[in-house]
């Protein structure tokens, strides 16, 4: 079943399409077998075929209708094999209620309009040229004929025709609405991608006059003190050396964001492990904290975007080890199956009240949940005053 909320403008409209045609085909078929129920001299001549054909195409438009009504769109080869069924039950109940003498040739107009429908006039008309055929099928043989003469010929090619002027209308209105619907859906498109250009420059204005001038000027100041500080400190300089690239690289982050192409290349596929010690071994240098990374594999492959959304995830739980926790050990663990991918992050630090923080879980651990919830995961977050925090989640890596 298709979510609501996954439901394109595109495919609202098809999936409204789909359900008018299965109640046109419910309305079809209740309408044969009023007809028949009013005259049943109709079926005199074939009266078990006769109730075959009507009982098995009206139970075929109830379950056509069932699956409509539970929006599932239909692939082009069951629309394909739909309208086959549409033709054969209809020259079905053609043939068995007067032939070509039946109150039912309106009937093929149905087909012809479902094939518009789907594929325009390059499907409205095959399937009235179809149609003719297989009424022309049943006038020669005449097996259906019941005491009397087939119709004239002439009447004949004016039903001909008629079905084909209809198919050629039907398709020539339907390619029309088609091409109609893509317009609005561009125009949608650009205004939404209008919309968005402008937020940007809204927010690249507001970001530039206050955080970025906020960087810039911490960098001013990381640079003064650097120069003031003797060289015979080298660890320091070091540390403030790489706390200025770092804001650099902060800077350069949010701009190449702010410009629509932020592709965060600063994490190369393939390196999870070697970035996760990385990121812990700052904890272990600076805050003597004692770390552990496992994986299970060791050599650990994951899709590139899981890998990727992965290490943000847990970089970001290390961020708050070293700005909240005041741990003293520090564990990263990541075990993988066929099927899963279940991970954790554990400190025996201060912790939290995670019932006070619901609702108001802040923009790091809620881009956290969003970024597993992204790639259809789970995320739980265990915490209390005292006893540490402990981040663990499971992600699904076959579709």
Not at 22 to 38: G, S
Not at 293 to 320: A, C, F, H, S
Not at 323 to 340: G, P
Not at 350 to 370: E, H, I, P, W, Y
């Amino acid at each position: 079943m298709v979510g609501a909320d996954k439901i394109t403008p595109e495919m609202g409209w098809l999936l409204q399409r789909e359900r008018l045609v299965a109640w046109l085909r419910v309305a079809f078929a209740v309408l044969a077998i009023l007809v028949v129920q009013l005259n049943p001299s109709r079926t005199a001549r074939f009266p078990i075929l006769s109730l075959v054909s009507l009982g098995l195409f009206f139970l075929y438009s109830l379950v056509l209708l069932y699956r409509a009504r539970q929006s599932k769109l239909i692939s082009k080869y069951t629309a394909l094999a739909t309208t086959v069924l549409d033709l054969v039950g209809i020259a079905l109940i053609v043939f068995s209620t007067g032939g070509t003498r039946t109150p039912f040739f309106f009937y093929y107009s149905f087909p012809v309009l479902t094939a518009s429908l789907r594929w325009g006039i390059k499907g409205s008309i095959p399937v009235a040229f179809a149609g003719v055929a297989i009424y022309a099928m049943i006038r020669i043989t005449l097996a259906a004929e019941a005491m009397a003469a087939p119709i004239g010929i002439d009447t004949f090619i004016v039903r001909s025709l008629y079905l084909i002027l209809l198919a050629c209308v039907f398709g020539f209105v339907s390619d029309f609405e088609q091409k109609q619907n893509q317009r609005i859906l561009a125009f949608s498109k650009t205004a939404a991608e209008a919309a968005a250009s402008e937020e940007r420059r809204r927010l690249t204005t507001e970001l530039h006059d206050g955080i970025l001038q906020t960087l810039a000027t911490l960098i001013l100041r990381f640079e003064g003190i650097r120069k003031h500080v003797s060289s015979a400190q080298t660890e320091l300089v070091r540390e403030i050396q790489e706390m200025e690239d770092y804001v650099r690289d902060s800077m350069k982050e949010i701009r190449q964001f702010l410009a629509g192409n932020w592709t965060t290349n600063a994490f190369v596929p393939g390196t999870l492990r070697e970035r996760l010690i990385e990121d812990m071994r700052v904890l272990r240098d600076r805050f003597g904290c004692r770390v552990i990374v496992e994986t299970d594999p060791e050599d650990l492959e994951l899709p590139e975007d899981v890998e990727k959304e992965i290490y943000y995830v847990l970089r970001e739980g290390i961020k708050n080890i070293i700005k909240h926790s005041h741990a003293s050990k520090a564990e990263i663990h990541l075990r993988k199956n066929d099927a899963q991918l279940f991970g954790s992050l554990t400190d025996d630090g201060v912790g939290f009240d995670t019932s006070a923080r619901k609702g108001d879980g802040g923009f790091g651990l809620n881009g956290m949940q969003d970024r597993i919830k992204k790639r259809g995961g789970e995320l739980a977050i265990e915490s209390s005053p005292g006893l540490g925090t402990k981040i663990s989640f499971a992600i699904p890596l076959s579709e």
